[in-house]
């Protein structure tokens, strides 16, 4: 009724409406700026350079206009910043529709990716307003960060043939369900994103919520949509003032309470079920074992509200969202680049495609019984998905985060960042300096081959922690799933993705199912990605040629 009254008002008031907004956005920012201490070098007193300010008319409305022009500018001011200040060592500020960000330069990053939450956070829980699109038990605890990097990660080869298993049968359902009719010569088309949205989320949730769910098409469903929802909500949170959050919050995310309804539905009996079995003290080893079951020990363990079902649906959905579109997008992007890159192979030469497929007829021959192993073992699909996911980085940024020392932080090279200062890392155009890769908007998907080096044994095990000694010594930065600092597709320090090592599973498993059951038509083009804010989405919308291949 009152949103009802307030909108009709709003819409009969146009004009003096949208002045009222303009003046009280102005009150606000000047007194804001007024207040807000400011990054400073100490030596010089020199502070960050704005990119993106407006060259026209450059007194009217300044911060706004940026603002609004950061929707389809940030990736060229990036690359300008970049250029300018970062190489120097230099941070400068770009002012965001989300926000004022400071990008500091590579050069800090190592003194900070490891420093502990009481001197800076991570910032999603802001750029995600995790309290409002999640729920307050997620913002407050996030234990199931620990939870994926150690037991998940530790389970990785028993469960193995359960991804193995899910992932041939999801492929085997929805491919009839999306892709056209099989023409004269055996060729269908598919939209490639839809199918791989669709096979990793139900593949995913086999290892997340166990099999009894992990098929529920509501359930699936309303996971994808869930992840879908919060980026739009959080913006539009971040459009207005931390005050005003918990009034716009709880607003903003209806659609995304309902969404949650519909995942609830089917949790909730899952989740009581297991609770019942852990009060009843049925042994561990005869409870189900998979991600939402460790979840469930852990939240009953720290009991009050976090062991409530909604507040346990809601860290599901958390660990949903974290993982399934990033591995969706990179499973998809791996593809577009297999049949694009095969429109470019010289007669006579083998295409992608045809080298991974070689590999995996040496390293496990028919009948192609897939274990952790052999998954290790394929160093070509390693380096094919370690440079896909390279050139199809996510985000312009990497590593947002929030200093929260009472007194700031200082940087070795004498930066200044008062308490507040939200402030991330250039990721893409670091990933794309000719100075750190060598033709590095190309994709040499030899780049990082690693099976030169352990070919003959491959006793090394792709946890094992990179030091500057064993970095060097066995060229451990060739591993798709690890970190260094000019490899930024998973972030930096303590939070660097930990679900990384189940996502390099469960991508070169899906390869490699696809490459034994299925042929893609080479593209000449590869489908131009789509940009917004800070985000580069993939063209989720293009279609690819595909065709069973004779098994046997
Ligand atoms: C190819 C797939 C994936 C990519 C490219 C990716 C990328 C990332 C990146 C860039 C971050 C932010 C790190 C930072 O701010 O420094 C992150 C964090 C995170 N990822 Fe992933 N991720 C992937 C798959 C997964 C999977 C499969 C899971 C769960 C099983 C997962 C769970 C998480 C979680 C929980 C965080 C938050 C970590 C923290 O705040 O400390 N991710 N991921």
Redesign the pocket.
Same mark, same amino acid.
């Given at each position: 009724m009152i949103v009802q009254t307030t909108t009709d008002f709003v819409l009969s008031h146009l004009t003096e409406s949208f002045l009222s907004c303009l003046i009280l956005y102005t009150v606000y920012s000047t007194i804001w700026n007024y207040r807000k201490p400011k990054v400073v070098h100490l030596a010089t007193g020199e502070t960050p350079a704005v990119i993106g300010l407006p060259k026209t008319y450059p007194w009217l409305f300044p911060k706004l206009r940026s603002r609004l022009a950061s929707f389809n500018n940030i990736y060229a001011w990036m690359d300008e910043g970049y250029a300018r200040y970062s190489k120097h060592g230099k941070p400068f500020m770009i002012y965001a529709i989300d926000g004022d960000m400071v990008v500091m330069p590579p050069s800090v990053l190592s003194e900070i990716k490891n420093l502990p939450a009481s001197i800076m956070d #991570?910032r999603?829980l802001e750029t995600l307003a995790v309290r409002y699109t999640f729920d307050n038990y997620v913002a407050t605890d996030?234990f @199931? #960060?620990p939870i994926?990097r150690k037991d998940?990660t530790a389970k990785l080869a028993s469960m193995t043939p359960a991804v193995v298993e899910e992932l041939d049968l999801s492929f085997k359902h929805y491919i009839p369900k999306l892709a056209t009719k099989p023409d004269e010569k055996g060729w269908q088309t598919v939209t490639m994103y839809d199918l791989i949205l669709k096979v990793v989320a139900r593949t995913?949730h086999r290892v997340f919520i166990g099999e009894e769910l992990c098929r529920e098409e509501e359930y699936l469903d309303a996971s994808i949509d869930y992840a879908v929802g919060v980026f739009p909500t959080s913006m539009a949170l971040n459009c207005f003032p931390k005050f005003l959050w918990p009034l716009l919050g709880p607003i903003f995310s209806i659609p995304l309470n309902r969404i949650r309804r519909r995942a609830r539905k089917h949790l909730e009996p899952v989740i009581l079920k297991r609770i019942a079995l852990i009060k009843q003290g049925v042994p561990e080893s005869e409870r189900p074992n998979d991600l939402m079951q460790w979840l469930i020990e852990a939240s009953l363990t720290r009991g009050g509200g976090f062991a409530t079902v909604d507040a346990i649906a809601a860290r599901v959905l958390t660990?949903a969202f &974290?993982?399934i579109h990033?591995?969706s997008l990179?499973g998809c992007n791996t593809l577009y680049d297999l049949s694009w890159l095969a429109s470019k192979t010289q007669p006579g030469e083998q295409t992608p495609s045809e080298m991974l497929r070689d590999e995996i007829m040496h390293v496990f021959p028919p009948p192609h019984e897939f274990n952790k192993r052999y998954m290790q073992r394929l160093y070509n699909m390693d380096a094919f998905l370690k440079e896909s996911?390279r050139l199809s980085l #996510?985000g312009a940024i @990497?590593?947002?985060r929030n200093v929260t020392a009472k007194g700031g932080y200082t940087t070795s090279n004498g930066w200044y960042l008062p308490k507040g200062t939200q402030f991330t890392f250039p990721a893409k155009a670091r990933m794309e300096d000719e100075e750190v890769y060598e033709r590095p908007k190309e994709h040499l998907y030899t780049r990082f081959y690693r099976g030169d080096i352990v070919e003959g044994g491959n006793t090394f095990e792709e946890q094992e922690e990179v030091t500057p000694q064993n970095e060097k010594e066995r060229k451990l930065d060739r591993y798709m799933v690890t970190v260094t600092e000019d490899y930024l &597709? $998973? =972030?930096? =320090? #303590? @939070? %660097?993705?930990? =679900?990384?090592f $189940? %996502?390099a599973l469960?991508?070169r498993t899906l390869i490699s199912w696809w490459l034994l059951h299925y042929d893609l038509k080479s593209m000449e083009e590869r489908p131009p990605s789509w940009r917004f804010v800070w985000l580069d989405i993939m063209n989720t919308e293009a279609k690819m040629q595909i065709r069973a291949r004779k098994q046997g």
């Amino acid at each position: 009724m009152i949103v009802q009254t307030t909108t009709d008002f709003v819409l009969s008031h146009l004009t003096e409406s949208f002045l009222s907004c303009l003046i009280l956005y102005t009150v606000y920012s000047t007194i804001w700026n007024y207040r807000k201490p400011k990054v400073v070098h100490l030596a010089t007193g020199e502070t960050p350079a704005v990119i993106g300010l407006p060259k026209t008319y450059p007194w009217l409305f300044p911060k706004l206009r940026s603002r609004l022009a950061s929707f389809n500018n940030i990736y060229a001011w990036m690359d300008e910043g970049y250029a300018r200040y970062s190489k120097h060592g230099k941070p400068f500020m770009i002012y965001a529709i989300d926000g004022d960000m400071v990008v500091m330069p590579p050069s800090v990053l190592s003194e900070i990716k490891n420093l502990p939450a009481s001197i800076m956070d #991570i910032r999603a829980l802001e750029t995600l307003a995790v309290r409002y699109t999640f729920d307050n038990y997620v913002a407050t605890d996030m234990f @199931h #960060i620990p939870i994926i990097r150690k037991d998940l990660t530790a389970k990785l080869a028993s469960m193995t043939p359960a991804v193995v298993e899910e992932l041939d049968l999801s492929f085997k359902h929805y491919i009839p369900k999306l892709a056209t009719k099989p023409d004269e010569k055996g060729w269908q088309t598919v939209t490639m994103y839809d199918l791989i949205l669709k096979v990793v989320a139900r593949t995913s949730h086999r290892v997340f919520i166990g099999e009894e769910l992990c098929r529920e098409e509501e359930y699936l469903d309303a996971s994808i949509d869930y992840a879908v929802g919060v980026f739009p909500t959080s913006m539009a949170l971040n459009c207005f003032p931390k005050f005003l959050w918990p009034l716009l919050g709880p607003i903003f995310s209806i659609p995304l309470n309902r969404i949650r309804r519909r995942a609830r539905k089917h949790l909730e009996p899952v989740i009581l079920k297991r609770i019942a079995l852990i009060k009843q003290g049925v042994p561990e080893s005869e409870r189900p074992n998979d991600l939402m079951q460790w979840l469930i020990e852990a939240s009953l363990t720290r009991g009050g509200g976090f062991a409530t079902v909604d507040a346990i649906a809601a860290r599901v959905l958390t660990v949903a969202f &974290a993982a399934i579109h990033t591995t969706s997008l990179s499973g998809c992007n791996t593809l577009y680049d297999l049949s694009w890159l095969a429109s470019k192979t010289q007669p006579g030469e083998q295409t992608p495609s045809e080298m991974l497929r070689d590999e995996i007829m040496h390293v496990f021959p028919p009948p192609h019984e897939f274990n952790k192993r052999y998954m290790q073992r394929l160093y070509n699909m390693d380096a094919f998905l370690k440079e896909s996911v390279r050139l199809s980085l #996510i985000g312009a940024i @990497h590593s947002e985060r929030n200093v929260t020392a009472k007194g700031g932080y200082t940087t070795s090279n004498g930066w200044y960042l008062p308490k507040g200062t939200q402030f991330t890392f250039p990721a893409k155009a670091r990933m794309e300096d000719e100075e750190v890769y060598e033709r590095p908007k190309e994709h040499l998907y030899t780049r990082f081959y690693r099976g030169d080096i352990v070919e003959g044994g491959n006793t090394f095990e792709e946890q094992e922690e990179v030091t500057p000694q064993n970095e060097k010594e066995r060229k451990l930065d060739r591993y798709m799933v690890t970190v260094t600092e000019d490899y930024l &597709a $998973f =972030g930096q =320090g #303590i @939070h %660097a993705c930990p =679900g990384r090592f $189940f %996502a390099a599973l469960e991508l070169r498993t899906l390869i490699s199912w696809w490459l034994l059951h299925y042929d893609l038509k080479s593209m000449e083009e590869r489908p131009p990605s789509w940009r917004f804010v800070w985000l580069d989405i993939m063209n989720t919308e293009a279609k690819m040629q595909i065709r069973a291949r004779k098994q046997g």
